[in-house]
């Protein structure tokens, strides 16, 4: 039997002071029987196959009237299944395949405002009662669909629509499940800002967990960064000299503490000496000592040097590469003799240190050019440790933020926090000056603004303000060797001195003298004499 079959034998009747003022054309006999059976108060009754729901109205009792065996194919409609329908937290409506509303549970009259049992769903849309229909969709469709719904009262809902056939493959019904997306939409935000919170929390245990552990400031998440602090520890509990590489402001210093904290020599003194920042005529003194009346100004009791005061502990040379060649030669003593002499004194003083340095120059290229004596580098990197750049260790950005904010907060008192999406700018930044300039970006935002969380737009403001340094990560040595080459004494001597760094520039770049000389534009023949003037024969290679 099809559903319109169905609906043809479904009746209606309104009964008034005992009198029928309005009915279908049901029969008299039927309607006879209904009225007999029917006691005041009583919602629903059967009635010789039929079943009778009846509802209070205005205009008196209004029967409704449908063969059991219609009842049976939908039993949604029976008290159990209403009930269970209603007790479910979704709205659920069911419509049949003219598009008309049978049944609406409690749900969904609550969460969409409006009852619409006996509606039919284009007359809905008519009236503006709601934007769509899904059950239309699916009746044309006859396939499951979704879509948000918007209804009178402003709300949205999310609806899902699925078809349902009856033994002949006929489209029978339309069952609707319409959810508030009110309430995932508040659980999907909560969700988020705990994975944020979940994200900091883990990000600063990081912080904890390797402050504890390396007893520094040191952050190390990345895996390019914990290969480094394997290395670290694996070298540090040796007394073997260390060469650490890396750009400037990588973390070089805090690499050194932390080979210091975990070697034998940690309850012992670490010293640091810039070799850029003390001038050449004193840097010797500073070093090695001096004896009274070794020159003008010297104290009369002398001085101890660097090395002398470091005994027993570790002494970390910083930009190496700036040492002057002369010291070079004093300091490979030291490395090999493990003793050093005082200036204006020629007794040598025995010392026990560990050397560790550090550069963010190609000392390889430094000693291809003669820049950078060839024994002691190879005598400082017996274990070489280079630090990645902070671009290429981006999941330490955010942990270091962290812990700089931390240190922020316990040096000025100021506590600050730094929204998720200004996290993300910092985080893709390049950042050429690397940890320190990070670490003075974080300093810099915190004190400058003037709320407690820092937006994106305030940290987009100060990067944008922040000059970039141009530079070539690749060859810095070559270019600054060629730009700005640094020579003394007469005009005539500073010119042999820069036609002799040409030339030894030329000779390591190119396998033969006669490929040097056509790319410096002479004579193989004038090139030779030149070599020969200057005493380059040891680096040149003499073949074609």
Known sequence: MSITQLHKDEHFFIVKNDEVMIKSDIQIELLEKIIKNYSKGIETFEVEGYFIHVLDTSQGNLFYVKPIMQYSYIDFMNPLSIKVLNSISDGVTVCDCDGKILFQNDIDIEIVGIDLMGKYAKDAI?????????????????????????????????????????????????????RDMTQLKLLEKEVKKLEVQNENFKNKLHALHNKENTKSSLIAVSSAMMQVVERVMRVAVVDSTVLIGGESGVGKEEITKLIHANSRRHNKRILTINCSAIPENLLESELFGYEAGAFTGASRGGKAGLFEIASGGTVFLDEIGEMPLLLQAKLLRVLQESEVQRLGSGKPIPIDVRIIAATNRNLAEMVRQGNFREDLYYRLNIIPIEIPPLRHRRQDIIPLINHFLAVVEEKYSIHRTIESSAM?????????????????????????????????????????????????????????????????????????????????????????????????????????????????????????
Do not use: H
């Open 126 to 178: 008519a009236e503006g009662i709601m934007s769509d229909s899904i059950s239309m969709k699916v009746i044309e469709s006859k396939e499951k669909v979704t879509i948000l719904q918007t209804f009178i009262n402003g709300k949205c809902f999310l609806v899902s629509g699925k078809p349902i056939f009856d033994e002949y493959g006929e489209l029978q019904y339309v069952v609707a499940i319409t």
């Open 424 to 544: 993300k700018i910092l985080e893709s930044y390049d950042w050429p000056g690397n940890v320190r300039q990070l670490k003075n970006m974080v300093e810099r935002i915190c004190l400058l603004a003037t709320q407690p969380e820092i937006t994106a737009y305030i940290v987009q403001q100060e990067l944008d303000s922040n000059p970039i340094i141009t530079r070539d990560l690749e060859v810095p040595v070559e270019i600054q060797s060629v730009v700005t080459p640094k020579f003394s004494g007469t005009l005539k001597e500073q010119i042999a001195s820069f036609e002799k760094q040409i030339i030894k520039e030329a000779l390591s770049k190119y396998p033969s003298i006669r490929q040097a000389a056509k790319s410096l534009g002479c004579d193989q023949s004038t090139l030779v004499r030149k070599i020969q003037k200057f005493q380059l024969t040891k680096q040149i290679l003499y073949k074609d």
